[in-house]
């Protein structure tokens, strides 16, 4: 379980240093910006997760969670493109950010996965 973390920690610092290639590329700080919804995106599925053992349903507070969560996902790569369209960076930052959101949020939704599997057949004992 210790090479896992030390696994995602990695994969994570990658996809960070894509978007800090992206700033230097684009000679400008805004790429970074998406960074804010990388550390933002898995909370409101976390938060509102249906925490009642008892009943199997989703809940209205569940959704909204997910949709909170699909809202950061997609704003952590429209950013960049709207920054692309409208010049203030160049495709080669774009291809930056981009590669550091697919590396970042691939490695949150496998974490993610790779933790809950592992409760999963704790709690099936």
């Known amino acids: ?3 896992d973390i030390k696994g995602f920690s990695c994969a994570f610092a990658v996809g960070l240093l894509f978007n800090i290639l992206a700033c230097i ?15 933002l995106a898995p909370f409101p599925n976390i938060l509102c997760r249906n925490r ?7 809940g209205t507070f569940e959704d909204i969670g997910l949709f909170l969560t699909g809202l950061f996902i997609t704003s952590g790569f429209a950013i960049p493109m709207i920054l692309a369209h409208s010049d203030i960076i ?3 930052a774009l291809a930056f950010s981009m590669a550091g959101g697919v590396t970042v949020y691939a490695t949150i939704i496998t974490f993610l996965w790779f933790f809950n599997r592992h ?3 704790d709690n099936n004992w």
């Open 1 to 3: 379980m210790g090479h």
């Open 25 to 39: 590329v684009s000679h400008s700080g805004y790429p970074i910006i998406v960074v804010a919804s990388y550390f």
């Open 52 to 58: 009642d053992s008892f009943s199997s349903e989703k």
């Open 90 to 92: 160049s495709g080669k």
């Open 119 to 121: 409760n999963d057949e």
